[in-house]
């Protein structure tokens, strides 16, 4: 069975930075295609993906995030960090990780392509 629990969230002003953490179990950790995700808050809003990890250990983000968050993992521990820096109001949102199908530059966002389901999120308010 594959249980994904996220941590790590919380609140900080503009410019703050959080390390967000999650483990996936009941999978082939260290094989797999991983990624952040986030939802921001309000209606019609949708789940985006933040940034993305191949097993091969390549990167890649959403732009609006480029150069301000670094996702990681350690494969021993079945872990994924997503580190969060200069944080903007934006960034506020309930964040997930999950495995993914694919990673690339160009479907770094979608969430079609997301293995399992969702866990229960870490929220993360930004205020300004």
């Known amino acids: 069975q594959v249980r994904v629990t996220e941590s790590g969230g919380g609140s900080v002003q503009a410019g703050g930075s959080l390390r967000l953490s999650c483990t996936i179990s009941?999978?082939?950790?260290?094989?797999?295609?991983v990624g952040w995700f986030r939802h921001h808050p309000g209606p019609m809003k949708e789940r985006e993906g933040v940034?993305?990890?191949?097993?091969?250990?390549?990167?890649y983000y959403l732009d609006s995030v480029e150069g301000r968050f670094t996702i990681s993992r350690d494969n021993a521990k079945s872990a994924l960090t997503l580190q969060m820096n200069d944080l903007e109001p934006q960034d506020t949102g309930l964040y997930f990780c999950?495995?993914?199908?694919?990673?690339?530059?160009?479907?770094?966002?979608?969430?079609?392509?997301?293995?399992?389901?969702w866990g229960r999120g870490t929220m993360v308010t930004v205020s300004s």
């Open positions: 009941g999978v082939d950790f260290e094989n797999a295609i």
């Open positions: 940034a993305c990890m191949t097993r091969d250990g390549l990167t």
């Open positions: 999950a495995r993914r199908a694919t990673c690339g530059e160009s479907v770094v966002r979608s969430t079609q392509n997301v293995l399992d389901g």
